[in-house]
């Protein structure tokens, strides 16, 4: 999954092709990638990132989405969403017997959990009256071990990185 920042270039309502469910169609121009916690430029490129609004669906998600790319409500014929900054995720599937990248638009960080007394009451007392099987655990992981250069990557049956480690270089014969 790779996320996105953008800016979108138009917005239309339309129906998908197979089931001919309604939705918008926003055309968003990529400008940034998201690589680590930090958005950082890239090639820019275009892509569609669609929502849909399916008959008697709940339309929260797509409501929030909306809203993270700046819709306050109201008639869609007064959104006016273009020049807005989104962020657009892209997931790899595959479509026809073909992998391809799929957008989205992106949703707002989720809101970390609270602490809920009642819940933590209903679960310490399952807890103290569980019987805890007897199970073979992990090996452990040494928890301040380093990463070994040679690492491969997530996803991947590839090393992390294709560079050989550095070596010192013999320059005695370099004639400067």
Known sequence: ??????????????????????????TISIR?????ADFVPCQ??????????????DPTMNLKKLAFAGFEGGPLSEMDLEGNTVEVIGKMETYQ?????????????RKPAEKDDDAY???????????VPDVDRPAAIDPEAKQPA?????????????EAPATPIDDDDVPF
Request: hydrophobic share 35%.
């Open 97 to 109: 017997g073909k992998e391809r990248e799929k957008y989205e638009l992106g949703l707002p960080a």
């Open 32 to 36: 940034e990638k998201k690589i680590g």
């Open 44 to 57: 820019w490129f275009t892509r569609s990132c669609w929502v849909y609004f399916p008959a008697g669906g």
């Open 121 to 131: 009451l209903a679960i310490d007392s399952v807890l103290q009256a569980a019987e």
């Open 150 to 162: 040679d690492a491969v990557a997530s996803g991947s049956d590839k090393p992390a990185r294709d």
């Open 1 to 26: 999954m790779n996320v996105y920042r953008g800016i979108i270039e138009s917005h239309v309502a339309s129906k998908s092709a197979k089931k001919g469910t309604p939705g918008i169609e926003f």
